[in-house]
């Protein structure tokens, strides 16, 4: 079968800083693919490199064996359709009037439309549920409403392959699921390669045959919707446990997140000290407030992301100047704090000659018999000489300091309210 799409050792950004990095990617024409991740993965930035709206810095994005730099935008009009997740139109063109501009790469040398172009936009029109309202001016329409005129301009230039960034985000029941098997018709009867990036797994799971997840502007899996969405890739991807059950008739795959295991008032008159740094205990500190715990944090320098999250969230904090090695005027105030906690968490952050006196504060709590919970994964950011992180870290295990993976196994660890 004939590649659709292919990226070749694609990075691609903004500015300095990039969204993807090294991606491998073939797609086959007439495959339906569910691309997930979670906000900032990069999903909507491969639409815009497929699309050819922006350009890699490094690698190849070819489309149909076609270098997509090198194609005119009506080339890439008669190729690829997008449907984004909304769309301004400052002018009050009216509903058949926006479908039509779907024609526009297609139409001959002077602009005129055939029958066959009519043809194109009624049949849009009527299949997404907008040949009702086509003399409505777009910018009066509701959210659904110009939604859905929008899948019928990408509908109207019959493309060989459609990319859709969410794009049933704003629907009700009935019109995302008219859409999504409007889609899959398309597919199935005109070969159309669809590409859609969706929040809602079971949806995707349901209308495609492949998946890929993206991370950190990484592909991190890529297969069939069983094999793809299992309980511990969302976990790491998600930061959220899930319960993924298939039913073992239909195979229909079932993704609900686990029940609460926390109240807003979980913590309620408890106090917890965490030590981070670089924005590493941030997810740490935003779940515990959301379940009522007091908080305070350090050392942390001046500055830094977690300083500036503590900062927003109220909690007390031992700080330090930008760059420097803790002092001891920061690490007694980090005692101050630590004195007056229920609780002491090691978020996961890497330990170097700087920082390493916070291990101090880990090993005084577990004395006085201030219970203390490690973060996994020490092994990997540990870039003290002689590993000394590593080794402390399990003495403080071997001393009684509990293990967690995430937020969730966190909170389901640390002292409740009675």
């Known amino acids: 079968m004939n590649l659709a799409l292919e990226l070749e050792g694609v990075s691609a950004g903004y500015r300095n800083r990039l969204v993807l990095q090294d991606l491998q990617l073939r797609v086959s024409e007439g495959e339906r693919i569910g691309i997930l991740g979670p906000n900032g993965a990069g999903k909507s930035t491969l639409f815009k490199l497929l699309s ?53 790469a297609s139409l001959g040398r002077w602009g005129q439309s055939g029958t066959h172009d009519r043809q194109a936009v009624e049949r849009a029109m009527v299949y997404t549920d907008v040949a009702d309202i086509r003399d409505r001016p777009f910018n009066e329409l509701s959210g659904g409403e110009k939604q859905r005129s929008i899948v019928a301009l990408a509908l109207a230039q019959e ?9 049933t985000s704003h629907l009700d029941i009935n019109h995302r699921l008219e859409i999504m098997q409007l889609v899959e018709r398309l597919n199935a009867e005109a070969g159309v390669t669809v590409l859609i990036i969706s929040h809602d797994l079971q949806l995707a799971a349901e209308f495609s045959g492949r998946l890929l997840v993206l991370d950190q502007g990484r592909l991190v899996a890529d297969g069939p919707p069983a094999d793809v969405l299992t309980e511990d890739l969302l976990r790491r991807v998600y930061h959220c446990d899930v319960r993924v059950r298939q039913d073992p008739v239909s195979g229909a795959l079932s993704i609900l997140p686990r029940p609460r295991i926390a109240s807003p008032r979980a913590g309620q008159g408890l106090r917890v000290h965490i030590i981070g740094g670089g924005g590493c205990g941030e997810e740490v500190m935003r779940r515990l407030a959301l379940c009522g715990y007091s908080l305070s944090t350090g050392v942390v320098n001046r500055g830094d992301k977690d300083a500036e999250v503590a900062s927003a969230l109220g909690a007390d904090m031992a700080l330090e100047k930008p760059f420097s090695y803790l002092s001891r005027e920061a690490l007694e105030e980090a005692r101050k704090w630590v004195g007056r906690a229920q609780a002491v968490v090691l978020a996961p952050v890497p330990f170097g000659p700087g920082n390493l006196a916070n291990m101090d504060l880990l090993d005084e709590s577990l004395n006085a018999g201030i ?13 003290t000489p002689g590993r000394e992180a590593v080794a402390r870290f399990h003495s403080l295990v071997q001393r009684g300091a509990k293990l967690w993976r995430d937020a969730d196994e966190l909170l389901t660890l640390l002292p409740k309210s009675p």
């Open 159 to 167: 493309p060989r392959i459609l990319l859709m960034d969410e794009a």
């Open 52 to 104: 050819g709206l922006l350009r890699p810095v490094r690698g190849h994005v070819k489309v149909f064996g076609h270098s997509v730099a090198g194609m005119t935008p009506a080339e890439r009009a008669r190729h690829i359709a997008v449907v984004p997740q909304e769309m301004d139109i400052p002018v009050a063109f009216t509903v058949e009037e926006i479908v039509a501009m779907g024609r526009t």
């Open 371 to 383: 219970p203390v919970f490690v973060v996994e994964g020490i092994e990997s950011r540990d870039f």
